[in-house]
């Protein structure tokens, strides 16, 4: 059986920090948890509110950059939609990419 986690394990040399996103809160004192230094982030925090997606400055840049600037409009509509701490605009980072 996979275990999604097995890439976490003590010792793994490719691997020196992870980000888990879309998780039920893991316990963080375990004895069957080989998991350590866990910090628990919610969306409501402002620690990380800009680095899971593109700011809208940030997307609009990409879109000057790429010769798309009469699009902002149709980008902040479709893609606008994330909120992050006290960050309200930002932008799927895939989504603006494709586009």
Same mark, same amino acid.
């Given at each position: =059986?996979?275990?999604?986690?097995?890439i976490?394990?003590?010792?793994?040399?490719? @691997?020196?920090?992870a980000? =888990?996103?879309?998780?039920?809160?893991?316990s963080k004192? +375990?004895?069957?948890? $080989?998991?350590n230094?866990?910090?628990v982030?919610a969306?409501?925090?402002?620690k990380?509110?800009?680095?899971?997606?593109?700011?809208?400055?940030?997307a !609009? &840049?990409?879109l000057e950059? +790429?010769? @798309?600037?009469? &699009?902002?409009? $149709?980008?902040?509509? #479709?893609? $606008?939609?994330?909120?992050?701490?006290?960050?309200? +605009?930002?932008?799927?980072? #895939?989504?603006v990419? &494709? !586009?």
């Amino acid at each position: =059986m996979f275990d999604g986690l097995s890439i976490l394990e003590r010792g793994n040399p490719y @691997l020196e920090r992870a980000i =888990m996103t879309g998780i039920t809160r893991v316990s963080k004192e +375990s004895i069957f948890s $080989d998991l350590n230094n866990l910090e628990v982030v919610a969306v409501s925090a402002k620690k990380y509110q800009t680095v899971f997606g593109f700011t809208e400055e940030e997307a !609009f &840049k990409a879109l000057e950059e +790429s010769a @798309l600037e009469s &699009k902002k409009a $149709d980008v902040k509509r #479709w893609y $606008d939609g994330f909120c992050f701490g006290e960050c309200g +605009s930002i932008y799927h980072p #895939w989504s603006v990419t &494709k !586009f």
